[in-house]
């Protein structure tokens, strides 16, 4: 029997990354973080000194980039070039940035192939924006996963704050907002539910909650 395909799509901060994970190892898939793929070029974009308008250079940025997984025990690694980046990639500065690279068609098609590449033999869990829709609109299960704005904006804060980064909850709420609307006001692949995936509003569940709901689905199809 095939292992399935995975995706689980939605704005920044709706437990995507959590979520993901869990329903990884609850299944022995493998989780894709399709965000930190674009974080990486983003961050090789802004050490290059590239415009993130500037959609040659990004192109051309794509073709010698090398973006990888390491997995282990622990949480996943990032490495761009083999540079453990899984923390540079995270800051606020970075995520703009990525929103805005992240448009750029050339930068898409490099990080969908990639991801193709690593999730075609299916037993992944895929996370990002364009899963459903653009990278495997075949995948057997698709989730949309949605909360309020400011419960995802307090989401990211609590996040930060945990790393002891200082931020303000505010401008937090702020920047989810303008990543989410850039995000969905893109031409290329922006963010959309796709009309078979479903939908699950996080607003005032748990995590477990929502683990068991996805599980439950995704036995349904098995
Ligand atoms: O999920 P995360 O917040 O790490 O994603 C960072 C940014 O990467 C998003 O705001 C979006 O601009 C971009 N992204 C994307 N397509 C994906 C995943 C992320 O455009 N599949």
Same mark, same amino acid.
Request: hydrophobic fraction near 45%; aromatic fraction near 4%; proline fraction near 2%.
């Given at each position: 029997?095939?292992?399935?395909?995975?995706?689980?799509?939605?704005?920044?901060?709706?437990?995507?990354?959590?979520? !993901?994970?869990?329903?990884?190892? !609850?299944?022995?898939?493998?989780?894709?973080?399709?965000?930190?793929?674009?974080?990486?070029?983003?961050?090789?974009?802004?050490?290059?000194?590239?415009?993130?308008?500037?959609?040659?250079?990004?192109?051309?940025?794509?073709?010698?980039?090398?973006?990888?997984?390491?997995?282990?025990?622990?949480?996943?690694?990032?490495?761009?070039?083999?540079?453990?980046?899984?923390?540079?990639?995270?800051?606020?500065?970075? !995520?703009?940035?990525?929103?805005?690279? !992240?448009?750029?068609?050339?930068?898409?098609?490099?990080?969908?192939?990639?991801?193709?590449?690593?999730?075609?033999?299916?037993?992944?869990?895929?996370?990002?924006?364009?899963?459903?829709?653009?990278?495997?609109?075949?995948?057997?299960?698709?989730?949309?996963?949605?909360?309020?704005?400011?419960?995802?904006?307090?989401?990211?804060?609590?996040?930060?704050?945990?790393?002891?980064?200082?931020?303000?909850?505010?401008?937090?709420?702020?920047?989810?907002?303008?990543?989410?609307?850039?995000?969905?006001?893109?031409?290329?692949?922006?963010?959309?539910?796709?009309?078979?995936?479903?939908?699950?509003?996080?607003?005032?569940?748990?995590?477990?909650?929502?683990?068991?709901?996805?599980?439950?689905?995704?036995?349904?199809?098995?």
């Amino acid at each position: 029997q095939r292992e399935f395909i995975i995706a689980i799509d939605g704005p920044s901060g709706a437990g995507k990354s959590t979520l !993901s994970r869990l329903l990884a190892r !609850s299944l022995r898939y493998t989780n894709i973080d399709t965000g930190a793929m674009y974080r990486a070029v983003a961050l090789a974009a802004r050490r290059a000194g590239i415009d993130p308008a500037d959609e040659v250079a990004l192109e051309e940025l794509c073709g010698r980039l090398r973006i990888e997984f390491l997995r282990g025990d622990g949480a996943e690694r990032v490495l761009l070039n083999g540079e453990d980046v899984s923390e540079a990639i995270r800051t606020p500065e970075v !995520s703009l940035l990525t929103s805005r690279v !992240s448009a750029c068609s050339a930068v898409r098609q490099a990080m969908v192939r990639l991801q193709r590449g690593m999730g075609e033999q299916g037993g992944v869990v895929l996370e990002g924006r364009d899963i459903g829709t653009v990278v495997f609109p075949g995948a057997e299960v698709k989730f949309f996963l949605l909360a309020t704005a400011a419960e995802r904006g307090r989401r990211r804060y609590q996040e930060l704050i945990a790393k002891g980064l200082e931020v303000d909850l505010g401008q937090t709420i702020a920047e989810v907002e303008a990543r989410d609307a850039a995000d969905s006001a893109r031409t290329h692949a922006p963010l959309l539910q796709a009309a078979d995936a479903v939908a699950i509003d996080s607003t005032s569940m748990g995590i477990e909650a929502v683990l068991e709901l996805m599980l439950q689905e995704v036995r349904r199809r098995r």
